[in-house]
C-alpha cells in the first residue's frame, strides 16, 4: 500500500485509488502516513463526484492542496 504514497508524491498534483471502500482505505493509508515522515504532506479525500468509489490522495505544499 506504500506505493500508492510514494506514487502520489512523484506527481505533480496527486493521484485517484478506486476502491469498493474509499472510507476503509482511507483509514489504512492514515495509519501508514502517521509512521512515516516522508507522506506528511499527503492529504486524503474522498472525491465529492465519485465518493462510492474514489478516494483522491493529494499533495499538500505549504500546508495548502495544491
Do not use: C, H
Not at 508524491?9 to 493521484?15: C, M, V
Not at 469498493?20 to 507522506?39: H, Q, S
Amino acid at each position: 500500500m506504500k506505493e500508492f504514497l510514494y506514487d502520489a508524491l512523484a506527481t505533480q498534483f496527486g493521484i485517484i485509488l478506486k476502491s469498493d471502500n474509499p472510507e476503509k482505505l482511507r483509514e489504512r493509508l492514515y495509519k501508514l502516513r502517521g509512521a512515516e515522515p516522508e507522506f506528511a504532506d499527503l492529504s486524503f479525500i474522498i472525491s465529492p463526484l465519485n465518493p462510492e468509489t474514489d478516494l483522491w490522495i493529494v499533495k499538500r505544499v505549504n500546508n495548502e492542496k495544491v
